[in-house]
Each structure stands twice: as C-alpha cells, then as structure tokens.
C-alpha cells in the first residue's frame, strides 16, 4: 500500500514546481510519487511536470510513476510521443500501460 502525502504535510510556503520538487525530495521518502495527470491536459505544462518527475527522480533516488483515467487519454494525444518512454504511464481503473 502507498501512502498518500496530503499538500499539508509540505511547508506552506511552496508556490512553485521547483519548490515542491525540493521539498519532496527533503522528505527523503522512499516510495513511488505517483502523478495523476488527469487535469494536466494542456501540453505547455508538461515540461515543467516532466523535469519536476526528473528532478524527484534524479535528486531523491525516488521512484515516479504518472497515472491516468482512460476516459481523460482523448485530452491528453502527445503525451506519450513527449514523454518518450522516459516514464511510464499506466492507465488505472483500466490496468495497463497508455504508451504501448
């Protein structure tokens, strides 16, 4: 089982990726963070939220995972051709991979 880490378990003065990204990895968990990128469907956003991923990845040695709702892959074309393998994207409810 994972455990979920609410936005009040960060400082309250985080007001940007970068920022998030630090404090996370401060956490020094060693659990998957888990993306769901349901919301994230403007494709001028996924920079950021990949080399946030990276960044988690790279500095906290923590493992991440993004995660989507089936019914929300029509908002999201591309993100696989973007994400060019360097993450994985599973499909929840449905099971499975999105970028197959």
Not at 46 to 61: C, D, F, T, V, Y
Request: proline letters at 6%.
């Amino acid at each position: 089982r994972l455990d979920a880490i609410t936005r009040n378990e960060l400082p309250d003065e985080i007001v940007t990726l970068d920022e998030f990204t630090s404090a996370f990895v401060k956490l020094n968990l060693r659990k998957p963070l888990i993306f769901d990128i349901k919301n994230v469907s403007n494709p001028r956003l996924w920079p950021e939220l990949q080399q946030a991923a990276r960044s988690i990845n790279e500095e906290g040695n923590i493992p991440v995972w993004f995660i989507i709702d089936g019914g929300a892959t029509d908002a999201h074309t591309g993100l696989c051709d973007f994400m060019g393998g360097e993450f994985d994207i599973m499909l929840y409810r449905q099971g499975g991979p999105l970028c197959i």
